[in-house]
């Protein structure tokens, strides 16, 4: 039989934002034995973006002691509880992606949330205060330190209940209830990105590892002729608005075919970059697994697996384009954009827009040229709209 795990967690700052910290304990439900404890402190932060640090944390403990268990967290933030529950939209770019990768650890289903008033946190809120404590000695939380009885309260409060009150209530403020279906209100036109992967590079047919750590070459003569005929059904379809490029020299030629044939500028977003591959760049997938066979299973493993040689992990990359996301959907609400950008970036909007986990990136097809759409509206919902059309190829 699947286990059950209680899952208390907390978080604070010290200032709001300042000094912070999260604490998180496994619990038996049946004996309120402490089966795990997690806590660390994460430095300059708001007590919001402490308290899911704090919950990652622990269901990612949870899931270490059992992956098929049933989870069931307990914590005295409202706003957490409410938004994870999907009843209060998430609204701030640093929260969102915390809150999808604290969605993506178990299964939709096993986990629930429940709030419980600060006095029954008291272990979670113990660790937190012992996280901060021990980074204001320029030292890490470790789990020998956590000693002290669950009423003592060591360290100074992560913050007064009046606070923490101000804070939720503020936050509430602007969480709205999620209203889905035909009953939701007219929320306006959408921010909709058109989501192009440039045109071919000579490391493209030969399916070679091609980031924002290697040589950043040019568009071939084929890569040319696609950016080109994708301007031209672009130039047709006559709705983008605007055109946002990767840095890197392949999509700024094919941003720049497409902007041309449409009259307008380009805009380098420094967040639209390809991940970095480290020591694979260059090397084909044949390559990587007969140099490098333990990170290359590692990272086909977990989304938290970096490449060879100081490369970026997929979770390092989700954190940077749902960063870059949340920008550019308030630059251009109500707007039709066309993004040019790379594999990973296009795969990881589409896999946030979805809400699906990390291994849905290698199951995604994401051809050289093609285009694919989503759509954003006011009240944080997302809708895919296109992925890997490349009609206009053809």
């Known amino acids: 039989m699947a286990r059950t795990f209680l899952v208390e967690a907390d978080g604070g700052s010290r200032g709001n934002p300042g000094p912070a910290g999260y604490g998180a304990v496994v619990l038996d439900p049946a004996s309120g034995e402490a089966l795990a404890e997690a806590a660390e402190y994460i430095g300059t932060a708001t007590n919001n973006v402490a308290e899911y640090k704090g919950l990652l944390a622990g269901l990612r403990a949870a899931k270490a002691l059992d992956p098929e268990a049933t989870v069931r967290v307990r914590m005295d933030s409202k706003l957490v509880v409410e938004q994870m529950s999907g009843r209060w939209k998430i609204k701030h770019p640093d929260m969102k992606p915390l809150a999808a990768e604290a969605a993506a650890v178990f299964p939709p289903g ?40 669950l009423d003592a309260g060591a360290g100074a409060p992560a913050r007064s209940a009046a606070a923490r009150a101000a804070d939720e209530a503020a936050e509430a403020a602007e969480a709205a209830p999620v209203t889905r279906g035909w009953g939701a209100p007219d929320l306006g036109a959408p921010a909709t990105f058109v989501l192009l992967r440039h045109g071919e590079t000579a490391l493209t047919p030969q399916k070679r590892f091609s980031g924002s750590g290697g040589s950043d070459p040019e568009l071939s003569a084929a890569g040319r002729r696609q950016a080109e005929a994708t301007a031209a059904a672009l130039a047709a379809r006559g709705t983008i608005q605007a055109v946002v490029s990767s840095p890197l020299r392949r999509c ?60 970026e992990s997929f979770a390092t990359v989700a954190r940077r384009i749902a960063v870059t996301r949340d920008k550019l959907i308030a630059r251009h ?39 694919s759409a989503v759509a954003y509206y006011a009240d944080g919902n997302a809708s895919v709209r296109l992925l890997n059309e490349t009609a206009h190829l053809r």
């Open 333 to 371: 609400t109500g707007r039709t954009v066309l993004l040019v950008t790379h594999v990973t970036p296009i795969k990881t909007l589409v896999r946030l827009a979805l809400g699906a986990p990390p291994e849905s990136l290698f199951r995604m097809e994401l051809s050289a040229a093609s285009l």
């Open 252 to 311: 700024r030629e094919t941003a720049g075919a497409v902007a041309a044939r449409l009259g307008l500028e380009v805009r380098i977003e420094e967040g639209l970059r390809e991940t970095d591959f480290g020591a694979w760049e260059g090397l084909t997938f044949a390559e990587v697994r007969e140099r490098f066979p333990d990170d290359l299973d590692a990272w086909l493993a977990s989304a938290k697996a970096a490449p060879t040689g100081g490369g």
């Open 110 to 149: 096993q986990v629930s949330y429940e709030w419980i008033p600060r006095e029954k946190n008291k272990h979670a809120d113990r660790l937190a205060n012992e996280a901060m404590d021990a980074g204001k000695q320029g030292r890490q939380w470790e789990p020998g330190a956590s000693t002290a009885a």
